[in-house]
């Protein structure tokens, strides 16, 4: 039904039926966008959202048959899915949600092949563009969620400059059930705090009023 419906909408649109069909589609033509059914026979959905995650930036939106259990939710947000609907679905709110997320990839930095091997060191911290990894000065490893990690990268690709919501909002792909500008101070927060020694008083991401945030460090491109 999904099919058919995006197919109406000029959608080109390829379905599987498992884990396995849905990476040999991955492989047989581009893809800009994954709707993917947690709810599977054999399989955890949410395991193949990590799993597409590791392996893709490709925007995902999840499906859920349990309007009232918030956890699947949670976890498939953390987990790195852009968004998530309980079915019964409305055909005409999943379509608006596919333009979104497919804009907001759009405005989303893009990563260059060559940029890939890019590493950032700011205040003893050190980001890896290839491996996705964030060390701390003591050497340890610090586990970023997708949407920190994209937020922390715009933040390190304009170190000193002002970034309003809206900008920062299409870079980390942050969304909720509604989408509010504050939603984006949600993930500031999370990242504040493992990143700042004392959160309630940042010195690296700073907020300017008004306006939005800015990385107050200088950035070293390694």
């Given at each position: 039904?999904?099919?058919?419906?995006?197919?109406?909408?000029?959608?080109r649109v390829?379905?599987?039926?498992?884990?396995?069909?849905?990476?040999?589609?991955?492989?047989?033509?581009?893809?800009?966008?994954?709707?993917?059914?947690?709810?599977?026979?054999?399989?955890?959905?949410?395991?193949?959202?990590?799993?597409?995650?590791?392996?893709?930036?490709?925007?995902?939106?999840?499906?859920?048959?349990?309007?009232?259990?918030?956890?699947?939710?949670?976890?498939?947000?953390?987990?790195?899915?852009?968004?998530?609907?309980?079915?019964?679905?409305?055909?005409r709110e999943?379509?608006?949600?596919?333009?979104?997320?497919?804009?907001?990839?759009?405005?989303?930095?893009?990563?260059?092949?060559?940029?890939?091997?890019?590493?950032?060191?700011?205040?003893?911290?050190?980001?890896?563009?290839?491996?996705?990894?964030?060390?701390?000065?003591?050497?340890?490893?610090m586990p970023?969620?997708?949407?920190?990690?994209?937020?922390?990268?715009?933040?390190?690709?304009?170190?000193?400059?002002?970034?309003?919501?809206?900008?920062?909002?299409?870079?980390?792909?942050?969304?909720?059930?509604?989408?509010?500008?504050?939603?984006?101070?949600?993930?500031?927060?999370?990242?504040?705090?493992?990143?700042?020694?004392?959160?309630?008083?940042?010195?690296?991401?700073?907020?300017?009023?008004?306006?939005?945030?800015?990385?107050?460090?200088?950035?070293?491109?390694?």
């Amino acid at each position: 039904m999904i099919a058919d419906y995006l197919g109406e909408h000029h959608f080109r649109v390829s379905t599987a039926a498992s884990g396995r069909e849905m990476a040999r589609a991955l492989k047989a033509s581009p893809v800009d966008l994954v709707i993917l059914d947690v709810q599977l026979d054999d399989e955890d959905g949410l395991e193949l959202v990590r799993d597409l995650r590791a392996r893709s930036s490709l925007p995902i939106i999840v499906l859920s048959g349990h309007r009232r259990d918030e956890v699947d939710r949670v976890i498939g947000l953390e987990l790195g899915a852009d968004d998530y609907l309980t079915k019964p679905v409305s055909l005409r709110e999943l379509l608006a949600r596919i333009r979104a997320a497919l804009r907001r990839a759009d405005a989303a930095p893009k990563v260059r092949p060559d940029d890939r091997r890019v590493r950032y060191r700011f205040a003893g911290w050190e980001l890896s563009l290839r491996t996705r990894r964030l060390t701390a000065p003591s050497g340890e490893a610090m586990p970023l969620t997708r949407g920190e990690f994209n937020l922390l990268v715009a933040f390190l690709e304009a170190p000193q400059r002002v970034l309003s919501r809206e900008q920062l909002l299409a870079s980390s792909r942050v969304h909720d059930a509604d989408v509010f500008d504050r939603s984006i101070d949600v993930q500031i927060l999370r990242l504040r705090r493992k990143l700042e020694p004392n959160p309630s008083e940042p010195r690296l991401i700073r907020t300017e009023r008004g306006t939005g945030y800015v990385f107050a460090t200088p950035v070293e491109i390694l």
